[in-house]
């Protein structure tokens, strides 16, 4: 039963298909990872159809690691070209979801904020990706692009 909701949810990201992944989160969802911070539902649905939207060269691969009857852990590979730099990007990630009626109601994305960073910034990231006001600053910067996102689709 997991198995099939996280695969739609994948599914969804590899296939650019934002409005299956929403479907996934129940309506009291959260959703917490290093570049977005926590969200609530709404934001972590408008998240996820933004980045589905983006012209993107993302490939996606994802592994089911465990499931319980109301827990899953999946690591999920991410291959994309950054847009704002260009650089190549692999971010490796581990989620960790609490599940409830049959839909996703607490999504973590754990991965390593700082080799993202050099990825994906180069020279910045590698310098100060290690410290929170890098880590702040692109918070800041992904809340200002989904704000953006959310006003121009209402």
Same mark, same amino acid.
């Given at each position: 039963m997991?198995?099939?909701?996280?695969?739609?949810f994948?599914?969804?990201?590899a296939?650019?298909?934002?409005e299956?992944?929403?479907?996934?989160y129940?309506?009291?969802?959260?959703?917490?990872?290093?570049?977005?911070?926590?969200?609530?539902?709404? @934001?972590? *649905? +408008?998240?996820?159809?933004?980045?589905?939207? $983006?012209?993107?060269?993302?490939?996606l691969?994802?592994?089911i /690691?465990?499931?319980?009857?109301?827990?899953?852990?999946?690591?999920?590979?991410?291959?994309?070209?950054?847009?704002?730099?260009?650089?190549?990007v692999?971010?490796?990630?581990?989620?960790?979801?609490?599940?409830?009626?049959?839909?996703?109601? @607490?999504? *973590? +994305?754990?991965?390593?904020?700082?080799?993202? $960073?050099?990825?994906?910034l180069?020279?910045?990231?590698?310098l /100060?990706?290690?410290?929170?006001?890098?880590?702040?600053k692109?918070?800041?910067?992904?809340?200002?692009?989904?704000?953006?996102?959310?006003?121009?689709?209402?």
């Open positions: 997991h198995e099939e909701l996280i695969d739609t994948y599914g969804g990201l296939s650019g298909d934002g299956a992944m929403a479907a996934c129940h309506d009291e969802a959260v959703f917490e990872d290093p570049a977005f911070g926590e969200l609530g539902v709404e @934001d972590a *649905r +408008d998240m996820w159809r933004m980045l589905c939207a $983006s012209d993107s060269d993302l490939r691969d994802h592994t /690691l465990a499931t319980t009857a109301d827990t899953a852990k999946v690591n999920w590979v991410a291959r994309y070209t950054f847009t704002s730099t260009g650089r190549a692999v971010n490796d990630v581990t989620a960790t979801m609490k599940l409830r009626d049959g839909l996703i109601i @607490d999504h *973590r +994305d754990a991965f390593d904020f700082w080799k993202w $960073s050099r990825q994906a180069g020279l910045p990231g590698l /100060l990706g290690w410290s929170p006001m890098l880590k702040s692109v918070r800041a910067t992904t809340r200002s692009t989904l704000d953006a996102f959310q006003a121009k689709n209402a």
